[in-house]
C-alpha cells in the first residue's frame, strides 16, 4: 500500500510537471482504464464515421468532389488504425476492442448514428462534425498519455482539411440556386444539435471529467471545448446567409459568448443508448465487414508464420 501510495505522488508529479506517461511507466490501473475506454471509442467513432460518409461515394456530383471525399474516408481510416494502435500500448488487443464494439459494450460518438440524406449533408460533416473534432482532438494534442498525444497531433493535420472540403461544398450550395441553398440550411438544421453533442454531458453531469481533468487525459472541459466550437462556428454560416437552428442563439456583450438553447439531454441519451436513427445499421455494417475481412487477416497472419518459419530453418 505504502509503495503504491508513493507510486501514485510521483506519477501525480509528472502529470502536474507536463512530463509524458509513457507505455512503460508506472500508471494507477484507473488511468490505464480510464484511457483504454476513451483511445478505443474514438478510434470506434473514426472508423464507424467512414460509414455516413461512404454513402455519397458512388454520388458525388463530380469526379472532383468523389476523390476529395475519397481521400477523407481513407483518412478517417488511418486516424482509426493510428488510435487503435495507442490504445492497444495499454495492454488491450484489437479484436478485444472490436468485441466490445460488436456486443454494444463499448460506444462510438453518438453524431455517426444519424443519416446522409443529401449530398449537402457531406458537407454538413465535414463543415461541423470534424470542425468539432477538430475543437477537441487540438485540445487532445496536450494529453498526459505520450501515445495518445502523438497520435493527436498527426491526426489534426488532416483533420484542417477535412473541415475544409466540408465548408466548400456548403459554400457551393449557399451560393447556388435557391434549391441548392435549401439543401444547406436543410443539412444545418438536421447537424447543428448533433455536432454539439459531440462534446458530451455538460461538465457537472460528466462522469469522467474531474478525474480526466486531474490526470491531463483531458486537458479541457466538454463546455469550454462546446463553447469555442459554437463560438468559432457561428459567424461561418452567418457568412453564407444561413440560419442556425436555435432561436436564443446570440451573442453575449458581457459573457463574450454565444448563448444557446438548453441541449434536447433525452435526444442524446436516446442515441447514445442505441436507439439513433442510425445505431442498428452502424454496427450491422461494422460487423458484417468484419467478418467478410476475416480471410485477409488469417491469410496475412498465415503468412507471417510461414515466414516466421522460414527465417528460423535459414
Ligand atoms: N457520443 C457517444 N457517447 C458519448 C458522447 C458522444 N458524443 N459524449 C459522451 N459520451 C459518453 C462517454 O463515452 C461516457 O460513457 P462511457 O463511460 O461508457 O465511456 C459518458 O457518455 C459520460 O460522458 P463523459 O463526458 O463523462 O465522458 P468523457 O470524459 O469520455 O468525455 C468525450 C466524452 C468528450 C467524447 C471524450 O471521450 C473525448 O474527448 N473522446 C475523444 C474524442 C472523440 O471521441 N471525438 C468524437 C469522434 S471522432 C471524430 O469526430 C472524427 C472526425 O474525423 C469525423
Not at 204 to 224: G, M, P, T, V, Y
Request: glycine share 6%.
Amino acid at each position: 500500500m505504502m509503495e503504491d501510495s508513493k507510486k501514485l505522488e510521483e506519477f501525480q508529479a509528472k502529470i502536474d510537471a507536463d512530463v509524458k506517461i509513457e507505455p512503460k511507466d508506472w500508471m494507477p490501473e484507473k488511468y490505464r482504464q480510464n484511457l483504454i475506454r476513451q483511445i478505443s471509442q474514438h478510434a470506434h467513432s473514426e472508423i464507424i464515421g467512414m460509414q455516413p460518409e461512404g454513402n455519397w461515394l458512388t454520388r458525388a456530383p463530380s469526379l472532383r468532389s468523389k476523390k476529395i471525399l475519397m481521400a477523407k474516408i481513407q483518412d478517417e481510416a488511418g486516424h482509426g488504425l493510428y488510435l487503435y494502435c495507442a490504445a492497444e500500448t495499454l495492454g488491450v488487443k484489437r479484436e478485444q476492442f472490436l468485441k466490445w464494439l460488436h456486443d454494444g459494450v463499448a460506444k462510438y460518438s453518438s453524431v455517426f448514428n444519424y443519416p446522409t440524406l443529401s449530398w449537402a449533408d457531406i458537407g454538413a460533416i465535414g463543415w461541423l462534425v470534424d470542425g468539432a473534432a477538430i475543437v477537441n482532438q487540438v485540445s487532445l494534442q496536450g494529453t498526459s498519455y505520450g501515445p495518445y498525444s502523438r497520435a493527436m497531433v498527426k491526426i489534426c493535420k488532416e483533420e484542417s482539411f477535412h473541415q475544409r472540403q466540408g465548408y466548400e461544398i456548403i459554400v457551393n450550395l449557399a451560393n447556388g440556386t435557391k434549391e441548392q441553398k435549401q439543401m444547406a440550411q436543410d443539412a444545418l438544421d438536421r447537424w447543428w444539435w448533433p455536432s454539439i453533442m459531440m462534446f458530451g454531458p455538460h461538465d457537472a453531469d460528466s462522469a469522467h471529467s474531474n478525474q480526466s481533468l486531474k490526470w491531463k487525459i483531458k486537458r479541457e472541459s466538454n463546455d469550454e471545448l462546446r463553447q469555442r466550437y459554437i463560438d468559432k462556428t457561428i459567424h461561418q454560416g452567418e457568412h453564407l446567409g444561413l440560419t442556425f437552428p436555435d432561436e436564443n442563439l446570440k451573442w453575449n456583450d458581457k459573457t463574450k459568448h454565444y448563448d444557446y438553447s438548453p441541449i434536447d439531454w433525452d435526444e442524446f441519451w436516446n442515441v447514445v443508448k442505441g436507439n439513433g436513427p442510425g445505431n442498428k445499421a452502424r454496427l450491422a455494417h461494422h460487423t458484417k465487414a468484419h467478418n467478410d475481412g476475416a480471410w485477409v487477416r488469417e491469410a496475412a497472419i498465415a503468412f507471417q508464420e510461414k515466414q516466421k518459419l522460414k527465417s528460423k530453418i535459414a
